[in-house]
């Protein structure tokens, strides 16, 4: 009796086995989930009237550069923003950064988010592409910002609209 049941057992599990392989055949092949993509970025309108929105152009000579840095920065009154920058050596100018984005003043902190650079979406979750600087002053005429990545102070002239980084 001993040896019935034995089999008996033996036939059941592969049975079950069988019964699992076929299920295991008629099964669609998993499909490879996509990575999670970061939220989308939403630029928030500015303020009316507010003293940030325009063309700014500044120019320094960072640490251990041999040459100028100028960057021209364009803050629209939709959230909008463009950053474009050039290494002038001598007389030799290479353009750097072209980016757009959102921009953003929340408690005296300006965030400049990019969202596309030289025309490529970025990965916005990126910190590289999130640039933070303290507000020191703001008027029509200058903006002075320190930024919180390196302590560098920049200090921006307002340019007319349509201005563009000179050759």
């Not at 959230?79 to 005296?108: I, K, N």
């Amino acid at each position: 009796m001993r040896r019935s049941s034995s089999v008996s057992m033996a036939g059941a599990a592969c049975a079950a086995l069988a019964v699992l392989a076929g299920c295991a055949r008629n099964n669609p092949p998993a499909v490879a989930e996509a990575p999670p993509q970061p939220p989308a970025v939403v630029c928030v309108p500015a303020q009316p009237g507010d003293p940030m929105i325009g063309t700014w152009y500044s120019t320094s000579r960072p640490k251990g550069v041999a040459g100028d840095y100028r960057s021209l920065k364009v803050f629209s009154a939709d959230g909008h923003m463009s950053y474009t920058s050039q290494l002038r050596f001598g007389r030799r100018v290479r353009p750097a950064l072209d980016e757009t984005g959102c921009w953003q003043v929340v408690d005296g902190i300006l965030t400049m988010q990019t969202t596309a650079s030289h025309g490529e979406d970025v990965d916005t979750a990126d910190p590289i592409y999130t640039n933070r600087y303290r507000v020191e002053k703001k008027n029509r005429n200058q903006l002075i910002l320190r930024s919180l990545g390196d302590g560098r102070t920049l200090v921006e002239r307002r340019m007319p609209t349509g201005y563009q980084l000179p050759d």
